[in-house]
């Protein structure tokens, strides 16, 4: 299959390095291709750790060895495979994984669930141990290398590398984060389907950390979706080593603990939002705005039911201010609506108003929007104060090629 | 757009008279096109109605006055408009629908509320009350017609005519049923999204055809998916002329009960499954068994979990056994499962069992099936007694090109 570059990608930021965190990747050979496939990122002692994970019934091995270790908020290591999700996998799954957090382990002279393992690829089949082994001892001996190395090697059917920066003043320290981000299907809300990772020199105590990063979850990775399907293996870790001077917060009352969440939740936005870039097939970034609905959760989910209809999606896709197929999708949403009150807009031109269509509406700046590859809808309720900003890509012919003509 | 023949269409059935209904088409021109779009059915006096609905919150004027209607259990007649759906046009909307009512009521000496509208089509316009007059008062002066008139009038993109029959035994006397139907895209569970009529000759009260309907619909219409999407019209009506000579039938206790409940279900499971064969860009029809669920609504929503998932759909499409899709979609469904007693097979062979691959399975057969148009899906769970059946199709480009390209 050949990965053309999404036509929505975003070139690959400058990031600092964050002192107590090093990276360095190998070649695992998970898959038969030239490529590394195995990162290893080794955290300095005493670096605080906090992790939300898919909601499946399904989950991987990674993902419940994950929850586990990340009640106990301490973190020395992560390592990411690539090519093999190591999902539905049985007892040969979970071995794999515990072999690679002792061998790392030994290595580090820390506790095995001090290291944190995720896996992506293909499911069903157990991640081999001995390549897991050969590539755990050659990455220990490797150089250290950068961020894009990581971001590369942590990628699957990616077409483009995904990671983004950005600062806080903690009392006065500059604390800087960094996050890398893979996924590109399989993407849905109740957690961003795919593999996150945070990096921080902030010192804070893992559970404000992981206070903040479900808070900064619920508004950027679980309202995002490219089409509904959930993976059995998303994750997102933060880390933070406490490198950066400041007065450890463990508090949301400290000082500086709301700038750090907020740069936090920016932080997770852009990474949230890159990924909806990377959506298969995907030709326009789409951001539903709902404002008005009966709660914030309410809004999400009406968000989120636009988001996923196939005929909302379609229609972007083919350039049509099709406001009905947002009734539509706001009607089945299952939430609190009333079709009276309703009202929608494209790209800022309202094109039905309090459930009737705005008759004789400039359609000119609304194709001249629908044409670009940036596309706003905004559906007011009426009934309430909630809101909610959902972002997704369009349904094109490429999901199709990529999803369905893969063996061909 | 042309709109070609479905590939997965069934012939048009022989289909008897129902004594008590008499079929009207006419031609209002609700669109520029050279076709009958209103269908006028008359039904004897004393006929009971029974009627499922749409979910949506944002229904049409049609919707919620069938809703009212229903509950006094009588009809005369029914008057579907095809080709513009009447939906989000506030009080405009509805004043079309009861001038319709009245209009048919004063011919016919009988109750506005015994006259039920239905509406497909665009959503957002209302529904011309000129066309409208002047359509009804041609059709209250056309001869006859028959069934096949009747399917080819109330559809719009449907590439091919629905209806099926059945019959009952109900003591001595042999009660006739026929359905119609039409729908082809934003089909969905929580109520066939599409507009169904049933009609029997059959004498049942209307709390127990209502009974019957609502029990028939959560195993037919409710167990279809064609793109998670629902409409803010679908209706499903039953119509009982009485006019057989059976004893009427008022309780699940009686006689003959069990058996015309049973042919009723029949009856809306065939056409429920050919609304998904005319499923939009349809190439395969798909049939997920979900046995060993908590509760068959889990089964239900596990199966459709399955069945609206854009993965499992377009692997499908390529023809290929993905069963690690298909256990991401019952992860991803929210209801109880256990990922390692989770089975999995295609056209009768296991490829997953007790979560974990089958290694060595034959896969020339499952091969063989996925090739073919009928595709069989079978989830074991093996945690509990529930279970369902979902029927939904394929995910293709043809999907794509009717709803993202009918503008180009």
């Not at 070649?27 to 605080?48: C, H, M, N, P, V």
């Not at 580090?108 to 001995?130: A, K, M, N, W």
């Not at 709301?258 to 951001?287: H, M, P, S």
């Not at 809808?377 to 809101?387: A, K, M, P, S």
Request: aromatic content about 6%.
């Amino acid at each position: 299959m050949d990965l053309t570059r999404s036509p929505l990608a975003l070139p690959f930021p400058e990031l600092p390095e964050i002192e107590g965190v090093t990276v360095r990747v190998a070649r695992a050979q998970y898959k038969d291709w030239d490529r590394a496939d195995l990162t290893f990122i080794e955290l300095a002692e005493g670096t605080s750790v906090a992790g939300v994970f898919t909601k499946s019934a399904c989950a991987s091995s990674e993902v419940e060895l994950g929850r586990e270790q990340r009640e106990r908020g301490k973190a020395r290591a992560l390592v990411v495979n690539a090519g093999n999700a190591n999902a539905f996998t049985g007892y040969r799954g979970r071995e794999a994984v515990e072999q690679i957090a002792k061998q790392v382990s030994d290595h580090l002279g820390c506790e095995p669930g001090e290291v944190f393992v995720s896996s992506t690829g293909v499911i069903g089949v157990p991640l081999p141990q001995d390549k897991a082994r050969r590539g755990i001892a050659a990455v220990l001996d490797s150089a250290p290398v950068g961020w894009r190395e990581a971001t590369d090697a942590i990628a699957t059917t990616d077409t483009f590398p995904k990671a983004a920066r950005t600062s806080a003043m903690i009392g006065d320290a500059r604390v800087e984060l960094v996050g890398v981000v893979k996924g590109s299907g399989m993407i849905a809300p109740d957690m961003a389907t795919m593999l996150g990772y945070v990096f921080t020199d902030a010192a804070i105590s893992p559970a404000l950390l992981q206070e903040m990063l479900e808070r900064a979850n619920e508004q950027t990775f679980s309202c995002i979706t490219v089409d509904g399907d959930t993976s059995t293996s998303d994750t997102v870790l933060a880390f933070a080593t406490g490198k950066a001077a400041n007065p450890t917060i463990t508090s949301q009352d400290d000082a500086g603990a709301d700038a750090f969440a907020a740069a936090l939740t920016d932080l997770c936005r852009k990474l949230a939002q890159l990924v909806v870039r990377d959506g298969e097939g995907a030709q326009k970034f789409i951001t539903i705005d709902v404002v008005g609905a009966a709660s914030d959760e309410s809004a999400r989910r009406i968000g989120l039911a636009i988001g996923n209809s196939p005929l909302v999606k379609t229609a972007i896709a083919g350039g049509d201010a099709n406001w009905g197929r947002v009734v539509m999708a706001v009607g089945k949403a299952g939430e609190p609506a009333d079709r009276d009150r309703l009202s929608i807009a494209f790209g800022g031109v309202w094109t039905a108003r309090d459930g009737q269509p705005v008759e004789d509406y400039d359609e000119r700046p609304v194709a001249e929007h629908l044409s670009g590859d940036a596309i706003d809808i905004r559906v007011e309720l009426g009934i309430g104060q909630g809101h909610a900003t959902v972002w997704t890509c369009d349904l094109t012919h490429g999901y199709i090629a990529i999803n369905a003509d893969y063996r061909s």
